[in-house]
Every structure is written in C-alpha cells, then in structure tokens.
Nanobody, 119 residues
Framework: QVQLAESGGDLVQAGGSLRLSCVASRSDFEIVAMAWYRQAAGRQRELVARIIGDSSVNYADSVKGRFTLARDSAKNTVYLQMNSLKPEDTAVYYC?????????????WGQGTQVTVSS
C-alpha cells in the first residue's frame, strides 16, 4: 500500500500563500495520478486539483488562477502552491494517490492537513 504524508497546513491571513506537500512512501508501485481534495466543516469533500502523470493537471473552478499543482516524480512528491488565499479556502486538505498493482488500480488517502484562512 502507498502511504501519503501531507504537510504545510497553517493559519494564514486572506491574500496570503501556503505550499502544501504530499510525499508517497513507496516508489515500487506506479503512481498514475495524485490529487488534492479538501473538506470544509459541514461540507462534502471536493476535488481541488489533480495531476495525471507529470503534467496533465485539472483544477476546480474555484481555485483556477490561484493554485498550482506540481509533481516531482523522482521524490514521489506533489506540491500545491496556494496563492491569494480566501477565507472560503479554509478546510482540511487531503492528498490522494491512484497507483497500480499489476493491472489493478488502488487509491490511498493521507490524513489531512488543516488550512485556515482568516479574514
């Protein structure tokens, strides 16, 4: 199983920036996609950004132009650069990875990192 460890969550003022990191524990499984999701209090978990391979990235409309997702495959790490943060970005951010074991695809989740944006 691939284990994911997130870091970088913090309390920041509106307009500020944060960078989240997610490191995957194993390099012997092919990770085909990695993503960041978030879940605000009382709301469903939602996709923030997802990268397939090393360069194909999709973003939620709410973060386009403010967030950037990048992947360093050599380090099994994905980064989420978050700029121009808004109070509505406050949530627990979860890293997700889809990986292959043989011909089967599995998914893993990290434990989450809290991002709080004050107004």
């Amino acid at each position: 199983q691939v284990q994911l460890a997130e870091s970088g969550g913090d309390l920041v003022q509106a307009g500020g920036s944060l960078r989240l990191s997610c490191v995957a524990s194993r390099s012997d499984f092919e990770i085909v996609a990695m993503a960041w999701y978030r879940q605000a209090a009382g709301r469903q978990r939602e996709l923030v950004a997802r990268i397939i391979g090393d360069s194909s990235v999709n973003y939620a409309d709410s973060v386009k132009g403010r967030f950037t997702l990048a992947r360093d495959s050599a380090k099994n790490t994905v980064y989420l650069q978050m700029n121009s943060l808004k109070p509505e970005d406050t949530a627990v951010y979860y890293c997700n990875a889809d990986y292959l074991v043989g011909v089967n695809t599995f998914g893993s989740w990290g434990q989450g990192t809290q991002v709080t944006v004050s107004s």
